[in-house]
């Protein structure tokens, strides 16, 4: 959750109803406040009929470099504080094969997060390969990707006729490593030095940046009032973070009956500019 304005938290609802059932706590990640927010939006609701089917939820907010993390259990008044965690490098979550991190930047005069989901690699299984020894797809490639992920190249994968084959072995023919396409999000910023200072090297070299471009350049002035990046300030981060593609989001709905002029004024400052069929 980048942050608690109602455009980006008040799909929750739809989350919270699809959560009453006995399943485990739900995680939550955002900026300092989060959990407050969470919390008062699931006390708004009766809970009497839930009993152990009450929704749960874990919520952790990125303070500096630790995660103060709260329980909230639908039908209990208070949230229960959980021991903190350190955030490494803003870590938010690590798991075998991918990482996201995360960044705090300003939204005039409040802290939202910018997000990177950053895969190790991109594992492609080579089908001609798989033919040519007549193999068949199976629950063992998938053994063979994790045991990649977690460099475990000596173990060995059971093959489907049960015979068993080393990591490595099978990788080196079956499976082209492709560097891994990193992937950024960031949204409700305001063009300050302190955000571009942030932004830039946290998105630098990313595959694909997601970034929005509220307002056209004419209407910078309303752009700074609200904290908000207009299509120019859009491109120039892209540029100075050279990142590969740039998909531009979030405009403002004014601008909904001339799209294209939207993305010209991207297009002027970002050759790596992404378009959508028919928006040029």
């Known amino acids: 959750v980048s942050h608690a304005h109602m455009d980006h938290l008040g799909g929750f609802l739809w989350l ?32 009497d009929r839930a009993g152990e089917r009450a929704p749960r939820f874990e919520v952790l907010e990125l303070h500096g470099e630790r995660l103060r993390r709260f329980a909230i259990v639908a039908g209990r008044e208070a949230m229960e504080t959980l021991a903190e965690h350190p955030v490494p490098n803003g870590e938010l979550l690590v798991e075998t094969g991918f990482r996201v991190r995360a960044t705090v930047l300003d939204h005039a005069g409040t802290p939202v997060l910018a997000f990177a989901f950053e895969p190790d690699a991109q594992l492609n299984v080579r089908k001609d390969r798989l033919r ?42 079956l499976v082209l490593v492709t560097p891994p396409k990193r992937l950024v999000y960031a949204t409700d910023l305001g063009d300050t030095p302190s955000n571009r200072a942030a932004l830039i090297p946290f998105a630098r070299g990313a595959h694909t940046l997601f970034l929005e471009a509220t307002f ?38 004014r601008y909904q009956e001339e799209p294209a002029a939207v993305y010209a004024e991207i297009a002027a400052v970002c050759p790596a500019l992404v378009m959508p069929d028919g928006a040029g």
């Open 132 to 173: 040519a020894r007549g193999l068949t797809p199976g629950p063992w490639l998938s053994a063979l990707k994790a045991n990649l992920l977690a460099g475990r190249d000596a173990g060995p994968v059971t093959l489907p006729d049960g015979s068993e084959a080393s990591t490595a072995e099978l990788a080196a023919e």
């Open 16 to 47: 919270l109803r699809s959560r009453i059932d006995a399943l485990p706590a739900c995680r939550l990640y955002g900026p300092p406040g989060l959990a407050g927010h969470v919390a008062g939006l699931v006390r708004g609701f009766l809970w």
């Open 216 to 253: 056209r350049a004419q209407d910078a002035a309303q752009a700074a009032r609200t904290g908000h990046l207009t299509t120019r300030a859009c491109g120039e981060i892209a540029v100075a973070a050279e990142v590969a593609r740039l998909v531009p989001f979030h405009f403002s709905g």
